[in-house]
């Protein structure tokens, strides 16, 4: 079972950048693909961006295209989240989570890691 771990949130100002990290510990041949989802208080979860570990396929919610970039380092087991141009809506705890092969939920998470942008 993957266990993804978040890492990387912090402070930033608007404008600013901030790279996060999730290492999926125990990845096997199982885990197809990863994502970023993020949540604020009183909202759902919601999808930010995901990839394949094959890495041939991307794909970002609307609301960061053009401005984060995902991208997986296979021999680290590591995804990478790069935040760029980071606006205070974008805070949000940001979560990572793992989806197996021929399955459309993802269903490994981890504990999240806090993202505030200040204007």
């Known amino acids: 079972q993957v266990q993804p771990v978040e890492s990387g949130g912090g402070l930033v100002q608007a404008g600013g950048s901030l790279r996060l990290s999730c290492a999926a510990s125990?990845?096997?041949?199982?885990?197809?693909?990863m994502g970023w989802f993020r949540q604020t208080p009183g909202k759902e979860r919601a999808f930010v961006a995901s990839?394949?570990?094959?890495?041939?396929?991307?794909n970002y919610a609307d609301s960061v295209m053009g401005r984060f970039t995902i991208s997986r380092d296979n021999a680290k087991n590591t995804v990478y989240l790069q935040m760029n141009s980071l606006k205070p809506e974008d805070t949000a705890v940001y979560y990572c989570?793992?989806?197996?092969?021929?399955?459309?939920?993802?269903?490994?998470w981890g504990q999240g890691t806090q993202v505030t942008v200040s204007s």
């Open positions: 989570a793992s989806r197996r092969w021929g399955q459309s939920d993802y269903d490994a």
């Open positions: 125990g990845r096997a041949s199982t885990s197809y693909a």
């Open positions: 990839i394949t570990w094959s890495g041939a396929y991307t």
